[in-house]
């Protein structure tokens, strides 16, 4: 466990080896709430999607990207000889 002063303005300095595991660095968000016990820091990585793109880091769309990689890594595909097979 480590320790942490809060400073007048309210503000804590996580420790490096706490920012290391996590990857933590400056500039990135903590989510700060409340729990039983006292106050939870959560690091929250913060993406810039393109408005035309946000539809693929949907929840329902990357889990069945996930069903996808998991098919490809299991075989249970098959690869077209041409387009012409799209058809059948």
Same mark, same amino acid.
């Given at each position: 466990?480590? *320790?942490?002063? &809060?400073?007048?303005? /309210?503000?804590?300095?996580? %420790?490096?080896?706490? @920012? =290391?595991?996590?990857? *933590?660095?400056? /500039? +990135?968000? &903590?989510? &700060?709430? @409340?729990d039983?016990?006292?106050? #939870? *820091? @959560?690091?929250?990585?913060?993406?810039?999607? =393109? %408005? =035309?793109? $946000?539809?693929?880091?949907? +929840?329902?769309?990357?889990?069945?990207?996930?069903? $996808?990689?998991? =098919?490809?890594?299991?075989?249970?595909?098959h690869?077209?000889?041409? #387009?012409?097979?799209?058809?059948?």
């Amino acid at each position: 466990m480590s *320790l942490s002063k &809060v400073t007048r303005h /309210g503000q804590i300095t996580i %420790p490096k080896s706490i @920012r =290391d595991e996590l990857s *933590l660095a400056e /500039g +990135d968000y &903590v989510e &700060v709430s @409340r729990d039983q016990e006292g106050i #939870l *820091l @959560r690091p929250k990585k913060v993406m810039i999607v =393109d %408005p =035309d793109q $946000a539809y693929f880091w949907s +929840d329902e769309w990357q889990e069945r990207e996930r069903r $996808a990689d998991e =098919d490809i890594r299991s075989g249970r595909i098959h690869r077209l000889e041409s #387009l012409d097979d799209l058809d059948r």
